[in-house]
Structure formats: structure tokens, C-alpha cells
């Protein structure tokens, strides 16, 4: 049901029919579409036939195809921004994957003003400091609620990539806001995820992030660099470094020079999705621009949380309307 209620195009009698969609697919995609039902996404190798837009940081296509169409009760809709076979082999292989522009930019303006005068935010703010004592603010919860926040964590364009690089259905852990003020914002040390979580009672490692950038993100305003590949490490110990909690940093002066070090250069309403293991880190901000930005984890259904380090909702995320974002912004006219 949740593939019907998600992708109305999909009937109970069978696939949609979608301009060029190959014919001797159909029969094979009857059964393999009820199979992924689950997932509450489009089975990832309809995604390739359609020849959906996907771009990975280190794979980019420079003849990019035309969006494919969907036709719906007489209205031309854009099929969303699903990750295909190739950006799933590039997480798998790089540990990360970037959707470029997930997000409009009415939708980034309608989260920028929530970030600057929204209660939640403003109510979960805190600040950490990194080895040199320099400032950066971040604002967590873990609990969705009634507001902007809760509409783009059940977001599907969010939720099904999610369950596409996992495979399975997916948990919200917890959402945050970053901030790195300009001339002000401090560094974050080198560090996995998983290396909280570990920690936090997470059994295995089958949780990922969604970071969304509401602003330009460029190494001048610190913007976020991977370790390429590092997932492939598995868990290192993570130890205190200023107020925040980074890897070991003999480790970390070992480990750098065998993987490639990427600066995630984003525009506004871009999306890297990136494993927990990803060793991730960004330099202080030394620009006159702000850097900003909405992470939103998810854990695995099937990852328990031992007993006793409870502080994560284990039922199934929601998936709420692809528009949900703009109800919360200016009324038109």
C-alpha cells in the first residue's frame, strides 16, 4: 500500500504507463514492485530505464538527460529526484552521494526564516568548541513534531533515498541545525557518527545522514570535507577533542594520507546523503558568509538500541507530502 499511497501512478493492476518505458520490463516489474512495496519508493532499476537524474560527487555526467514526465489526471509532474543504480554503487563505494538541488529555492528561503526566528531552534541551541577553543552553534532534537522541521525529515525525497541506500525500511533518530557564523564559526575535528552512536547503544552500523545545505557551502566558509571511501574502516575509538568528540588524532594523522580528502561544495537546497562510518570534518568558517545547514539521521528499522541507552523512537518514519515545506511559507498573492 505504501508505494500506491506514495506513487499514485502505480495501480493495482500494474505499472504506469510512462513514455518509453520499456515493454519487456513490464511482467518482470509487476512482481519486483510488489516486492519493494516496503520501501515506499520506485523499484531502482525502473529508475534506470527512466534515466533519472542522479549526480555523485565524484561522478558527474556532463550530458545529463531530460528529466523524465509522469502524467497524472491531466497535470505534467516532474518524477522526484530518486538515486539510481549508479549514485547506490557510488555510496556503497564512497561512503557518500550528492543530490544537487533536492530542494527549491522557495523551499530554502521558508527554512532559512524558520532557522533565524522558529521556537525550536531557538529552544535547542547550544554551543561546542573545537580544539583551538573557536565557537560553532548547533540546535538538536530527536523527536518529530507539528512544524517545518518534521515536514522535511518525512519529506519522501529525504525518506525513499534513505530506504533505497539502506534497503530497508528506515527509523527517524534525530534532526539539527548547524551553524557556522561567519568569521566566527569554529572547526569540527575529524569524526564518524558512528563513533557517537557506538556509544549511544546502536548495535550496528546501518544508520545514515542526510545533510541539507541551506546556504553556499565552499572551503572558505568551512564547508564539509570526507575522507573518501574511509567507511570501509569500520568504527575507530573517538576520544575528546575541545568540547566536541573526534578520532584519535595519531590516527586520524595516519589514516588522511591514504584517502582522498573532498570538499563538499554545495549550492543551497543540495543533499549529501553519507554513511555513518564516513570520516567527515570541516575547517573553521574565515569567510564573510554565513554556512548553514539541516542533518537529518536516520537509523535502520532493524538496528536495535540496547536496553537501557534508549533515546530513539524505533517505528517506522512517515512520509509526508513531497509540498509540505511550502505550506509553511508566505500565503501566495
Given at each position: 500500500?505504501a508505494?500506491r499511497?506514495n506513487?499514485p501512478n502505480?495501480?493495482?493492476?500494474?505499472?504506469?504507463?510512462?513514455?518509453?518505458f520499456?515493454?519487456?520490463?513490464?511482467?518482470?516489474?509487476?512482481?519486483?514492485h510488489?516486492r519493494?512495496?516496503?520501501l515506499?519508493?520506485?523499484?531502482?532499476?525502473i529508475?534506470?530505464?527512466?534515466?533519472?537524474r542522479?549526480?555523485?560527487?565524484?561522478?558527474?555526467?556532463?550530458?545529463?538527460?531530460?528529466?523524465?514526465?509522469?502524467?497524472?489526471?491531466?497535470?505534467?509532474?516532474?518524477?522526484?529526484?530518486?538515486?539510481d543504480?549508479?549514485?547506490v554503487a557510488?555510496?556503497?563505494?564512497?561512503?557518500?552521494?550528492?543530490?544537487?538541488?533536492?530542494?527549491?529555492?522557495?523551499?530554502?528561503?521558508?527554512?532559512?526564516?524558520?532557522?533565524?526566528?522558529g521556537?525550536?531552534?531557538?529552544?535547542?541551541?547550544?554551543?561546542?568548541?573545537?580544539?583551538?577553543g573557536?565557537s560553532?552553534?548547533?540546535?538538536?532534537w530527536?523527536?518529530?513534531g507539528?512544524?517545518?522541521?518534521?515536514?522535511?525529515?518525512?519529506?519522501?525525497?529525504?525518506?525513499?533515498n534513505?530506504?533505497?541506500?539502506?534497503?530497508?525500511?528506515?527509523?527517524?533518530?534525530?534532526?539539527?541545525v548547524?551553524?557556522?557564523?561567519?568569521?566566527?564559526?569554529?572547526?569540527?575535528?575529524?569524526?564518524?557518527?558512528?563513533?557517537?552512536w557506538y556509544?549511544?547503544?546502536?548495535?550496528?552500523?546501518r544508520?545514515?545522514?542526510?545533510?541539507?545545505?541551506?546556504d553556499?557551502?565552499?572551503?572558505?566558509?568551512?564547508?564539509?570535507?570526507?575522507?573518501?571511501?574511509?567507511?570501509?574502516?569500520?568504527?575507530?575509538?573517538?576520544?575528546?577533542?575541545?568540547?566536541?568528540?573526534?578520532?584519535?588524532?595519531a590516527?586520524?594523522?595516519?589514516i588522511?594520507?591514504?584517502?582522498?580528502?573532498?570538499?563538499?561544495?554545495?549550492?543551497?537546497?543540495?543533499?549529501?546523503f553519507?554513511?555513518?562510518?564516513?570520516?567527515?570534518?570541516?575547517?573553521?568558517n574565515?569567510?564573510?558568509r554565513h554556512?548553514?545547514?539541516?542533518?537529518?539521521?536516520?537509523?535502520a528499522l532493524?538496528?536495535?538500541?540496547?536496553?537501557?541507552?534508549?533515546?530513539?523512537?524505533q517505528?517506522?518514519?512517515p512520509?509526508?507530502?513531497?509540498?509540505?515545506?511550502?505550506?509553511?511559507?508566505?500565503?501566495?498573492?
Amino acid at each position: 500500500m505504501a508505494l500506491r499511497r506514495n506513487y499514485p501512478n502505480f495501480q493495482k493492476r500494474g505499472l504506469p504507463d510512462i513514455p518509453g518505458f520499456p515493454g519487456n520490463l513490464r511482467s518482470r516489474c509487476r512482481s519486483e514492485h510488489r516486492r519493494l512495496r516496503i520501501l515506499g519508493a520506485v523499484p531502482i532499476f525502473i529508475m534506470k530505464s527512466l534515466r533519472t537524474r542522479t549526480q555523485c560527487l565524484n561522478l558527474r555526467d556532463s550530458d545529463q538527460p531530460e528529466k523524465p514526465q509522469l502524467w497524472q489526471k491531466g497535470r505534467k509532474m516532474e518524477l522526484p529526484k530518486t538515486l539510481d543504480p549508479d549514485g547506490v554503487a557510488g555510496f556503497r563505494r564512497n561512503g557518500y552521494v550528492l543530490l544537487d538541488n533536492l530542494f527549491s529555492e522557495a523551499e530554502v528561503r521558508i527554512l532559512l526564516d524558520a532557522v533565524e526566528t522558529g521556537a525550536r531552534v531557538a529552544e535547542n541551541t547550544r554551543a561546542t568548541s573545537d580544539a583551538s577553543g573557536k565557537s560553532s552553534r548547533l540546535a538538536i532534537w530527536h523527536e518529530l513534531g507539528n512544524d517545518i522541521w518534521t515536514a522535511v525529515s518525512t519529506c519522501p525525497r529525504i525518506v525513499n533515498n534513505i530506504r533505497i541506500l539502506l534497503g530497508e525500511e528506515v527509523a527517524f533518530f534525530h534532526g539539527k541545525v548547524m551553524f557556522k557564523d561567519a568569521h566566527e564559526g569554529g572547526a569540527w575535528e575529524w569524526h564518524q557518527d558512528y563513533g557517537y552512536w557506538y556509544n549511544q547503544g546502536f548495535v550496528f552500523p546501518r544508520m545514515i545522514s542526510a545533510f541539507i545545505a541551506l546556504d553556499e557551502c565552499r572551503p572558505e566558509n568551512g564547508c564539509l570535507r570526507v575522507l573518501r571511501g574511509s567507511h570501509h574502516l569500520g568504527r575507530l575509538d573517538h576520544v575528546r577533542v575541545g568540547t566536541q568528540t573526534g578520532a584519535e588524532p595519531a590516527r586520524i594523522e595516519g589514516i588522511e594520507p591514504l584517502f582522498d580528502c573532498i570538499n563538499c561544495e554545495m549550492s543551497p537546497g543540495s543533499v549529501l546523503f553519507f554513511h555513518c562510518n564516513l570520516l567527515h570534518s570541516s575547517t573553521p568558517n574565515a569567510s564573510s558568509r554565513h554556512r548553514r545547514s539541516f542533518i537529518i539521521c536516520y537509523n535502520a528499522l532493524g538496528n536495535p538500541q540496547l536496553a537501557g541507552k534508549k533515546t530513539a523512537d524505533q517505528s517506522p518514519c512517515p512520509v509526508g507530502p513531497d509540498d509540505a515545506i511550502l505550506e509553511y511559507g508566505p500565503a501566495p498573492g
